[in-house]
């Protein structure tokens, strides 16, 4: 069973950066594409980004290109979420996930495991 573990979210001023982490336990996960979602009050989860296994392919949503890098240490099993450019428009839960599969893709269903979510809020 694998368990992921989201830190380094926090109250941030809009303009702000944060970097968010995502630790892996119970097995590797170097065959594994990973991804982050996030969810606001109201709203449905939505996908962030997602890397694949080796990490050289990288996925986003259209809403965070070019403000947000994901990336992962397969040596460490931990991916992280390099945000930068904060507006109130992403505060949210912020989601950690693995896939079933080694390629990133976009849609909840292909992710097996789930963190419990980190809470960023951007607020002034």
């Known amino acids: 069973q694998v368990q992921l573990v989201e830190s380094g979210g926090r109250l941030v001023q809009p303009g702000g950066s944060l970097r968010l982490s995502c630790a892996a336990s119970?097995?590797?996960?170097?065959?594994?594409?990973m991804g982050w979602f996030r969810q606001a009050p109201g709203k449905e989860r939505e996908f962030v980004a997602a890397i694949s296994r080796s990490g050289g392919i990288i996925r986003y949503g259209d809403s965070v290109k070019g403000r947000f890098t994901i990336s992962r240490d397969n040596a460490e099993n931990t991916e992280y979420l390099q945000i930068n450019s904060l507006n109130p428009d992403d505060t949210a839960v912020y989601y950690c996930?693995?896939?079933?599969?080694?390629?990133?893709?976009?849609?909840?269903?292909?992710?097996?495991?789930w963190g419990q979510g980190t809470q960023v809020t951007v607020s002034s």
């Open positions: 996930a693995a896939s079933k599969n080694p390629w990133p893709e976009m849609m909840k269903a292909s992710y097996d495991y």
């Open positions: 119970g097995r590797t996960l170097d065959n594994n594409a």
